[in-house]
T-cell receptor, first 116, second 111 residues
Framework: DTAVSQTPKYLVTQMGNDKSIKCEQN?????MYWYKQDSKKFLKIMFS???????INETVPNRFSPKSPDKAHLNLHINSLELGDSAVYFC???????????????FGQGTRLTVV | QKEVEQNSGPLSVPEGAIASLNCTYS??????FFWYRQYSGKSPELIMS????GDKEDGRFTAQLNKASQYVSLLIRDSQPSDSATYLC???????????FGKGTTLSVSS
């Protein structure tokens, strides 16, 4: 009964390839996120997606595109992968609407992406 | 630019001692504050949330919030080696926005 699950857990690929990471949450949350954690362990927001509203961190290259087929899924597609994209990518979800704004975010297990 | 600042550490304490972790944030409009723990190779897990000024206790953990000083801290009493991890402070700049994380403080508890 995993709450937030993402696949794959590990991804090794060559520069220039296109890859996708999938994320699903069964918590009934209305908001999902993608975070990137670099080699220095800094966790940085990339995207948040709420009821088809996409908020993009302006520092994210447009090679990264989130896709949400429904509110329980938020996939991350990356075009033309570069060495600097190597990191751990975390999906997360939270309940943003309603009386309790900003409840805690729950994280998936992470996808370690290595670009060679 | 919204910022959350933490001392990166490492913070080393002996088993049984109190570990004190600190965090400051830049946005005065922030209303929710969270502490996450992350073990090496694992995902962040929430250990404390606090919304009002003062202290909030949960077992061996106490979160302290001072909105006037834009400061939030986490105290871990009777520290155990299993508490050795990176502790992340997270703050949403405004209600309904994504959590902004500090760079984390690495805690090492020696037995």
């Amino acid at each position: 009964d995993t709450a937030v699950s993402q696949t794959p857990k590990y991804l090794v690929t060559q520069m220039g390839n296109d890859k996708s990471i999938k994320c699903e949450q069964n918590l009934g949350h209305d908001t999902m996120y993608w975070y990137k954690q670099d080699s220095k362990k800094f966790l940085k927001i990339m995207f948040s997606y709420n009821n088809k509203e996409l908020i993009i961190n302006e520092t994210v290259p447009n090679r990264f595109s989130p896709k949400s087929p429904d509110k329980a899924h938020l996939n991350l597609h990356i075009n033309s992968l570069e060495l600097g994209d190597s990191a751990v990518y975390f999906c997360a979800s939270s309940q943003r609407s309603g009386r309790l704004m900003n409840t805690e975010a729950f994280f998936g297990q992470g996808t370690r992406l290595t670009v060679v | 630019q919204k910022e959350v600042e933490q001392n990166s550490g490492p913070l080393s304490v002996p088993e049984g001692a109190i570990a004190s972790l600190n965090c400051t944030y830049s946005d005065r409009g922030s209303q929710s504050f969270f502490w996450y723990r992350q073990y090496s190779g694992k995902s962040p897990e929430l250990i404390m949330s606090i919304y009002s000024n003062g202290d909030k206790e949960d077992g061996r953990f106490t979160a302290q919030l001072n909105k006037a000083s834009q400061y939030v801290s986490l105290l871990i009493r009777d520290s155990q080696p299993s508490d050795s991890a990176t502790y992340l402070c997270a703050v949403p700049p405004q209600a309904g926005t994504a959590l902004i994380f500090g760079k984390g403080t690495t805690l090492s508890v020696s037995s």
